[in-house]
């Protein structure tokens, strides 16, 4: 049960997040075709990705494969890296949205889903990702 309301968590926190920054002044505009097209193929990688995690998610409890890893020092080693990724999405995220607050709202389902929130944020706002560089 507790599953299905992550994945309902996940769902709407990812609804919302799309739905408010596409009524914000100044979103709307025709982005560059290639970052179109990278829009396109990340959330084709995203739609994968999630199928794939969900499938994982009824077949294997989380829990139990993370308490298996966490015994193994390369298991503790990539739990380390990832987290270290995730928070540094978030910084991320304060350098493209200019807010502390919204990189913070990122933060929970970040640490929750993991990879999954990011890719989904790039695929949602590559335009203003690639507009800083």
Known sequence: MINVALWIFLFLFLAITTILPATAPGSAGSPDTSVFAG???LMLTWIAFTVYSMYCSYRESLVRTMRKMA???WGRQIGMD???????????IYMV???????LVWLLPTLIYGNLVPLFYAATRLPEIAAGF
């Open 39 to 41: 829009q396109i193929a």
């Open 71 to 73: 015994a193994l020092h």
């Open 82 to 92: 990832l987290y270290l990724g995730l928070i540094m999405f978030c910084g991320m």
């Open 97 to 103: 949205e200019g807010s502390w607050i919204l990189a």
